[in-house]
């Protein structure tokens, strides 16, 4: 694995605090989870998470959205679209999700992370601090995909203003093993967010 960013801070320990997550479960009636939504630009990754997210705040759910636009517009501001950059993207991402998710939070994190590699590190992440993690699949084929083209993103990518683009001159690195799988060029977005739901029961996430 690629270490993206060189620990500079040294004499630097970990200060645990005398509230748990378990606490903080009971606080909420629910624990934390990161539900990761990785799939091409346009299949559906922000419909999905903000439909979901709606069905949680109905059950009485705390949960939070990152977004990948929102996100670059905040604290990634100063990263581009290289292979590199989207590593250090998505590193950051996974590990302001863990924070979240050990809040007791259930974290809707939306990001095209076409590299399976980077994927993996955030799931290694959540995986060392004990909390749950649950890779979300948002599967569309690119003929779909770019058709919708909600942000004209295709074309410009098609007409060569875009450089890199996932899914036309980059790679798109599908999960070989997801805990959902969805398919949002088949499925409802009702049966899509029941299907998430459902999911969450099952592991204990939610009742």
Known sequence: MTEVVERKATNVHWHDGEVTRGDRAAMLGHKGVTLWFTGLS????????VAVEKALAARGVLSYRLDGDNIRLGINSNLGFSAEDRQENIRRVGEISKLFADTGVVVLSSFISPYAEDRAMVRKVHEEGDLPFMEVFIDCSLEAAEERDPK???KKARAGEIRGFTGIDDPYEAPANPELHLRTDQMTLEDEVDAVIKSLQARGIIV
């Open 152 to 154: 004209g993103l295709y």
């Open 42 to 49: 346009g299949s559906g990754k922000s419909t999905v998470a």
